[in-house]
């Protein structure tokens, strides 16, 4: 593996079980202990939109390895993109000081126009509405690692579908398993055809619905996203389904005892937040998921898992 | 000490003792020998407000004691709080992958929120008027290293008292020894009267004066602030006053040979420029006992002082 | 030396030698090897204006020789300057907590501001139109390093050479090796006569022209600049010379095979995206030697060379 572009790198049950082995070592390890990888490296986070959590937890992860970070939290409005330059020069440019770059760009397939033309790693962190495939790895290593097992769950995704970029990388890792979707959303929102016709044709049991009522029941994990008022045409049709959406301890308190809760954050207002003294609430422990997960493809592509 | 939230947790000779002796301990370490309190630890620095000073000289500090740092410049514009995430929800994330986080954030009682949901150490860097504990702290310890002891000083507070957030840490933290203090201030700006009803009932002695005439030969320390033309109603009343509120070399020259000037910067031109110079000015050197303390701050939360 | 500010310290060849053997030999050494010449040391990287190319190369350049990183990527719209604070006060404030600045600043002077008043050393990454010494200096590296020697090259310089800073700073230098120089520009965009006079003075031969068709089979270093259109008054004054400034594929095969052709960067459409793949074509070399002069350049201010 040479860049992270794209999470279809990453439909690889054995791959996936490699990387989880190594995130959990590591999340085994003392810090004092981390593997330095990356000592005498220096790592640059090219941040175009913001992302201060993913950009942080990254920076976290590369300097647990041991690397420099150089960083730009604004680079739209403070670097040379704004003189003109284009994203093939300013990678080439990069690639004089910097080991590998972490880029955050609100153009899809900027990732991969920057690796086309890049000798050291392009880690994608984010290209628009197109992919930011190390959320969809940590979505996945958490589930792994909350439930001890990725077999045939029954998974609930909840929200915006149509839009919803982490979904749509999601659904294909956990299809692997042979998951069972229960995807939950607005009528104007449902997951895209070309993802439902793809599930079809590999045989995998969805259901498309637009409450949660006879799903929350049922799931071993509810992945919830943020619906977008603005997503509607008027505000009534918005109003007539918000609620549906919009988790309570009510809600919470209907699940399996073991289901968990997930959500790629941040939040607004689609978790009420006395949910999240419940053990099913694991998203914060999902970001922390994330650090490990990212240190382990850090490792993937400077060293060996 | 589990977060650094409020000056009132230092209203304790014995504590800011601990704290001046670890400071000067550590001013008289030569760099390469200072203790590596924070190696293998992240430190998030998460600034929701401008505060280049504030937050280089906790980055220079951190990192003098072998930690890691990840920051976020500009917050506000840049992270998750502009999609709408609460203060809550970042500080649980970024417990997720760093082992502290310093805070500046415009709201009152923000830091305190952190710390509610925070495993981690909070180190509140300035919530808006309220609290900016690690200024006051670097400035009673500016006048302990500078003076040699704090024992009854003559303590002249000039400029904006009544909405100065530094003074108001200060003189709780002066009364603790015994201060007399010169309260020098437009009459529109003096000292809230909750501050002198305080001092009143500690038996604490105090002048509140609208000149400084009587008061610069008699001082130990002349603490100077900024005396902001937006205050007054009308530009008049702010001629009337301003002069006796920038500090000339003429005036310093009147002065005790031991007096020391402080300011907690930036100044603008409430002190003349020739009078840095003089041997009374310590502003400056004011920074760099700031930069000792954050580091015996730093110890006080992840070792032993 | 004390402090990088301009060009005029670097007009010494013995200097110069030094400074290309230094670099030559950093960029031998394997990463794991680099001098941890900065160790212990905080450099502080205040930018008052976007530049992420010298930024982050420099903050490459100050970890790779072990020293930490303290930075502020918008310094004029986060820092105390917002405040009304001066630059020197500014200065004389890191000073406190730091071992060295690295200052962008849209003024001209205002690295000379800075030195004036700091104890610790200040290095110029551009003054506005005024200085920019680290690019001059990577630059005449880029061609002894490419070319092998420096000695009576002949040089062409194409573009903006009335306003252009790099080129300015660059012509001194390659006088001092008996550089013969082919002055490339539009009519209303000459090299400045102060500078043309003492090339007559220093016997140093120069050409100029308003189209390079004599000059590219001559040369034996090209560095391209950018001409502007918002230089010309009217449009059609642009439109008529704008194609000789542009370098094409079919250019470069006129010149020299080992003619090398340079550019400061960033590039917009000055040279065709085609020439970079031409072994002609060492732009991107440039700002690789670029790191390594600037390791040699810190390693002259904190070590020996």
Redesign the interface.
């Known amino acids: 593996m040479k860049h992270i572009l794209s999470v279809k790198q990453f439909e690889d049950i054995s791959l996936l079980k490699r990387l989880f082995i190594a995130a959990d070592k590591l999340q085994a390890t ?3 202990k ?1 593997p330095q990888t990356l ?4 790592i ?1 986070t ?1 941040f175009y939109e ?4 993913t950009r ?2 990254f ?3 590369v ?2 390895l041991g690397g ?8 739209g ?4 993109a ?4 284009i994203l ?3 990678t ?7 080991d590998g770059i972490i880029i955050r760009h609100p153009e899809p397939g900027s990732a991969e126009r920057a690796a086309a033309v890049s000798k050291i790693p392009i880690i994608n962190a984010g290209d628009g509405a197109h992919e930011h495939p190390t959320q969809a790895l940590l979505d996945i290593y958490s589930i792994y690692r909350e439930k001890g097992s990725l077999n045939k769950l029954k998974v609930g995704l909840v929200g915006d579908l149509l839009y919803g970029r982490t979904v749509h990388s999601l659904i294909p890792l956990l299809a692997l398993y042979k998951a069972k979707f229960y995807l939950i959303s607005p009528k104007n929102l449902t997951l895209p055809k070309t993802i439902t016709a793809e599930l079809h044709k590999k045989g995998i049991h969805y259901h498309e619905m637009s409450s949660w009522n006879n799903a929350l029941k049922e799931v071993d994990v509810l992945y919830m996203t943020r619906v977008q008022r603005e997503r509607f045409k008027n505000v009534e049709d918005y109003m007539k389904v918000k609620d549906n959406f919009i988790l309570t301890l009510k809600d919470v308190q209907t699940m399996k005892p073991k289901a968990i809760i997930l959500h790629p ?4 207002n689609e978790i009420a ?1 006395d949910v ?1 003294n419940d053990p099913r609430a694991r998203y ?2 999902q ?2 998921n ?2 490990f997960m990212r240190m382990a493809l850090l490792q993937s592509l400077y060293a060996k898992l």
Do not use: M, W
């Not at 409005?77 to 040379?80: A, N, T």
């Open positions: 003392p810090a004092c981390y000592s005498g490296r220096t640059a090219i913001p992302s201060t959590r942080l937890s920076e976290a992860a300097q647990n420099h970070i150089i960083s730009s939290e604004n680079a409005e403070f670097s040379s704004a003189k003109g330059e093939e020069d300013t080439r440019a990069i690639n004089a000081f910097a954050l941040p939040r607004v937040q999240d914060f422990a970001v922390r994330g650090l």
